[in-house]
């Protein structure tokens, strides 16, 4: 009888201890592998607790919810959280400019003073970003939203560059663009009475085997050319529309031998050199590419023996030549894409139809392009340049800057004002003054290695404008206590055998000792104090009678853990509770496959956007909504893991069926809905038959 109760309160006491380690949930409680702050804190609802005494036999990484059977003092514990703050907020601004202001402004460049901080008191610069700065202090895997209001201002300046291609094939297009200047000017004035031109050329490098390099041909590549170059600034943004027609008619159409131009480098030098092309800081700003031919990009500089990579820098003499035409190579693709989002401006491609779909393709990789086709005599580039413009200006789209490390997505209900939020970062159909509102979730996925990285800032900008609102992140990474100076910081203490630096309460050991308090020799050799139990350091408590939860063998007071023969397969915890195979499965996969989530102490940890003990739901409502939008399951039923589960009554029926609740065969309304289809086809007869 007496062995039969000693048995009884043994296993008594391994399921309270085992029972201890669980979560509400009945799964395995992610905290407890945790052995120090930073690993606990990165950890989502898991708090440390940094108290010196009174929590050396108890697991200092818990769940606060899940009320931890020893109290730990509030000022010791660490359980940082989420913080927001408004740095700079200025109201939306459509802003407005006179006559008199649009003159001033035309001669300002990147290197002026700011209209804002003119004397002219009657200037009102636009402000279409709101907020501009904030502040963000996140954890790991805990997602905070951020509302950005966005709204096209009114007269906002435009800056346009039209850069064309002067080979031999585009000499009819060069006069007739010589003639389009101010229809251009007047067409653009319609929309914004802040506007400039300017304009620009290219040919291809003058070398072998761009262009001959024979003497006769440097000199005369053609009838009627005149000497290739790589690219030229012919004007510099400016109102003077007639200087511009004057500047188009006097540029020498010149010649090269193989089909592709070089473009690339033209772009490049027209995006770079903001203060010889005169781009302005506040202004919306279109380059427009034309050319009936392909373009040469980076390897092709080695056909000539140019082998330096394009640095991506300005190099203009003063006549607005290129310099580094024969020096470098062409830029990449990325390298175009991004200078181009550097400096907030739009191409407009505008190529002749034998080339538009290799410039479709093109601009999928370059922020902010569109694409159209040009006429054979670029007698519609106008038209062209207006409807492309309206495109652009009557969408919004969001993008940012953050780092590989942190997560960024949007959501916006757009134009909608009543519909459900949809997670995009596009909004088509604006108009001036109409506010479009988006909820920009920053989501840190992990802590970068180099601590360095824990404080980003990056911007999240409407594409094509130059405003953004700027984020600093500081991710929350670490502890204080694990700092030097911090009262719970010491180096060579005697709390850890004046052989490791006490850190929140434990002990980090240097490279030849081990165990809770550094009491042991990796050697094995230390013989530590024979007062000192060291198989207490293997159980989470004095109630617990197994060390290393049976999984494990106790070695100078830490917990060796067992390999299994899937290597897998990980026992894991500082006494080996905790393992990243015995987690929910759905259709087979662990917490639903990896890129749903991942088997954390037993407990399936979902990546963004899927919940559920599996991660097998999605946590959206929006795959309940119908097609044509409306109420969740119309409102007819509840959204339970992405699907509807339709009402039913207390007898367990219900009208309505289907994907969305929307069908119900037995409704009166149904029947005179198909009437007279069935008459139709069943009985030939009705209004619709033939």
């Not at 590989?404 to 108009?431: I, M």
């Not at 899927?610 to 959206?620: H, L």
Request: include cysteine; charge should be negative.
């Amino acid at each position: 009888m007496e062995v039969w109760l000693w048995w009884m309160l043994t296993l008594s006491v391994v399921c309270v201890s085992v029972y201890s380690q669980q979560t509400e949930k009945g799964t395995q409680n992610p905290c407890t592998v945790k052995q120090t702050c930073h690993d606990c804190i990165q950890t989502p609802t898991c708090a440390w607790c940094a108290q010196p005494t009174g929590f050396e036999d108890h697991n200092r990484c818990y769940q606060p919810s899940g009320n931890p059977r020893v109290e730990c003092n509030a000022s010791y514990i660490v359980d940082p959280s989420n913080e927001f703050r408004t740095i700079v907020q200025r109201k939306l601004s459509k802003g407005k400019y006179s006559a008199s202001e649009y003159y001033a402004n035309s001669t300002y460049t990147a290197t002026s003073p700011s209209p804002s901080s003119s004397s002219s008191s009657s200037h009102h610069e636009a402000v279409q970003i709101s907020p501009q700065r904030v502040s963000l202090k996140l954890r790991i895997n805990e997602p905070f939203r951020i509302t950005v209001d966005y709204a096209q201002a009114e007269d906002y300046p435009v800056d346009l560059y039209y850069l064309m291609d002067l080979s031999y094939s585009m000499r009819d297009d060069k006069e007739k663009l010589s003639s389009l200047g101010d229809v251009l000017a007047k067409r653009m004035q319609n929309i914004t009475r802040n506007f400039r031109l300017g304009f620009g050329s290219f040919v291809d490098k003058v070398a072998m085997p761009y262009v001959s390099t024979a003497p006769i041909q440097l000199k005369k590549p053609c009838n009627q050319c005149e000497s290739p170059y790589g690219f030229r600034n012919h004007m510099k943004l400016t109102t003077d529309t007639a200087k511009f027609n004057d500047e188009v008619h006097k540029a020498a159409i010149s010649g090269n031998l193989d089909s592709p131009e070089g473009g690339f480098d033209a772009i490049m030098q027209a995006v770079v050199c903001r203060e010889q092309i005169g781009w302005r800081e506040r202004a919306r700003r279109l380059l427009v590419f034309s050319t009936d031919a392909a373009f040469h990009y980076a390897g092709d500089g080695k056909l000539g023996g140019i082998v330096k990579p394009n640095d991506g820098l300005c190099h203009l003499d003063g006549e607005g030549t290129y310099t580094h035409s024969t020096l470098q190579d062409y830029p990449s693709i990325a390298q175009i894409n991004h200078k181009v989002k550097q400096n907030a401006i739009n191409v407009l491609f505008a190529v002749t139809s034998d080339q538009i779909e290799v410039y479709n393709r093109l601009g999928k990789h370059i922020e902010g392009s569109t694409s159209g086709t040009l006429s054979g005599d670029s007698s519609n580039v106008v038209d062209l340049v207006q409807e492309q413009y309206n495109k652009i200006k009557s969408s919004v789209e969001m993008k940012d800057t953050a780092s590989n490390a942190v997560k960024v997505t949007y959501y916006s209900k757009c134009l909608d004002e009543n519909g459900s939020l949809k997670q995009t970062n596009k909004c088509d159909g604006l108009q001036v003054g109409t506010v479009v509102t988006f909820q920009v979730e920053v989501e840190v996925m992990s802590c970068p290695k180099d601590p360095k990285e824990w404080n980003h800032v990056f911007q999240i900008y409407p594409v094509g404008i130059n405003e953004s609102l700027t984020v600093d992140l500081e991710m929350l990474c670490s502890c204080p206590c694990e700092s030097p100076g911090n009262p719970l910081y010491k180096e060579s203490a005697p709390e850890c055998s004046d052989v490791g630096t006490y850190k929140c309460g434990v002990c980090e050991c240097d490279s030849g000792h081990f165990g809770h308090k550094c009491e042991c020799g990796s050697d094995n050799t230390q013989q530590p104090d024979k007062d000192i139990d060291l198989t207490a350091g293997c159980r989470p408590d004095n109630m617990t009678v197994n060390d290393c939860s049976g999984r494990g063998t106790c070695v100078c007071g830490q917990c060796d853990c067992d390999t299994r023969p899937n290597p897998e397969e990980k026992i894991s915890g500082s006494f080996c509770e905790c393992d990243n195979f015995s987690c929910n499965r759905h259709n087979g996969l662990l917490c639903s496959g990896p890129d749903h989530g991942q088997c954390v102490c037993g407990k399936c940890m979902c990546a963004s956007g899927w919940t559920g003990s599996a991660c097998d739901c999605r946590a959206t409502n929006d795959t309940c909504i119908p097609p044509e939008g409306g109420e969740i399951c119309s409102g007819r039923g509840v959204c339970e893991c992405g699907m509807c589960v339709c009402d039913q009554d207390d007898e367990g029926k219900g009208y309505y069926s289907g994907s969305f609740c929307n069908k119900c065969s037995t409704c009166p309304n149904r029947c005179k809905e198909f009437k007279e289809c069935v008459q139709c086809l069943v009985y030939k007869t009705g209004s619709i038959t033939l």
